[in-house]
């Protein structure tokens, strides 16, 4: 994982916690040596509490928005139970480093 996420760990921990996150990861370039810190977006997969249609979209939402606030960049964010391509899974799977989980 590249430092310029492992650097925010605990806000991001922050932000996971007010948006209801049971999980979080950090997925593709942003896991190998292919990330470019000055123009790489990076890439989210993540995992919600159970919530209503209208609060999960608030947090879906406001976790795109926080984290594009807290990195300054263009932020990819995908629910896990929402991948139906099995390539693009295994893709997730084989570099996903999870970076956020509630105990």
């Not at 007010?18 to 990861?25: E, H, S």
């Not at 977006?41 to 406001?62: K, L, S, T």
Request: glycine share 2%.
């Amino acid at each position: 994982m590249h430092a310029v996420i492992r650097k925010k760990i605990s806000e991001i921990a922050h932000i996971a916690a007010r948006r209801r996150v049971r999980r979080l990861g950090v997925f593709g370039s942003a896991t190998s040596d292919r990330f470019d810190p000055e123009r790489s977006d990076i890439d989210f997969v993540v995992e919600f509490e159970p919530m209503a249609p209208v609060e999960h979209a608030e947090a879906y939402f406001g976790l795109i928005e926080d984290l594009t606030r807290l990195f300054c960049r263009k932020i990819d964010l995908v629910e896990r139970s929402a991948i139906r391509n099995p390539i693009f899974l295994e893709s997730v799977e084989e570099t996903c480093r999870e970076i956020y989980a509630v105990a």
